[in-house]
């Protein structure tokens, strides 16, 4: 069974880069894509992120031009770079990897406030 487990989630001023990790601990059978969402207080959960096993990356309006996505496949590990972060990035940000299962990680905290 897929686990994922992300990490690097934290406080961060205005302005400011932040990355978060998501890591599966082993190879995601049948894996088709990787991604990144995002839910704030009260909103819908939205998209953000992601890449396929053949193309990509894709980003979501609010991730377009601040946000990276990166898949290191020898690690097993998804990556988001956040730069520029405004409050209206606060959120809780969950990694998604879609394969045979569809599995989505925890939840990590990220909070952009002065």
């Known amino acids: 069974q897929v686990q994922l487990v992300e990490s690097g989630g934290g406080r961060v001023e205005p302005g400011g880069s932040l990355s978060l990790s998501c890591a599966s601990g082993g190879d995601v059978p049948g894996l088709i894509s990787a991604g990144w969402y995002r839910q704030a207080p009260g909103r819908q959960r939205e998209f953000v992120a992601s890449?396929?096993?053949?193309?990509?990356?894709w980003f979501g309006d609010p991730a377009k031009g601040r946000f990276n996505v990166a898949h290191d496949r020898q690690k097993n590990t998804l990556y988001l770079h956040m730069y520029r972060l405004t409050p209206e990035d606060t959120a809780v940000y969950y990694c998604?990897?879609?394969?045979?299962?569809?599995?989505w990680g925890q939840g990590i905290q990220v909070i952009v406030s002065s």
């Open positions: 890449m396929s096993s053949s193309d990509g990356p």
């Open positions: 998604r990897f879609q394969g045979i299962t569809d599995t």
